[in-house]
């Protein structure tokens, strides 16, 4: 079993900037794929970018592309999203999810979500 935790969401203005990590704990010793989905209110949940276990490949959605950053630091067995430019349609629940590689399984291990709100 692997824990997610994020943090780093709040309010702020449009055009402002935000990080949000995610710390994970338990089984971390696999290869996982790590990646932040968003829902916003009334939306389904949608992909916003991801990372490879050994962070050598990264991938994004086109709506952030250009704007937010996905990076992880190994040793803290944390990601983070660093998110620039922000637009009120950004205004979402940011969740991280984990997928083991190895396995091959889907986004199995979520963490509980941390509300980004951009103000126009």
């Known amino acids: 079993q692997v824990q997610l935790v994020e943090s780093g969401g709040g309010l702020v203005q449009a055009g402002g900037s935000l990080r949000l990590s995610c710390a994970a704990s338990g089984r971390t010793d696999s290869r996982y794929t790590m990646a932040w989905f968003r829902q916003a209110p009334g939306k389904e949940r949608e992909f916003a970018a991801a990372?490879?276990?050994?962070?050598?490949?990264?991938s994004y959605a086109y709506s952030v592309k250009g704007r937010f950053t996905i990076s992880r630091d190994a040793a803290k067995n944390t990601i983070y999203l660093q998110m620039n430019s922000l637009k009120p349609e950004d205004t979402a629940v940011y969740y991280c999810?984990?997928?083991?590689?190895?396995?091959?399984?889907?986004?199995?291990?979520w963490g509980q979500g941390t509300q980004v709100t951009v103000s126009s």
């Open positions: 990372i490879s276990w050994n962070g050598g490949s990264t």
């Open positions: 999810a984990a997928r083991d590689e190895i396995a091959g399984t889907a986004y199995a291990y």
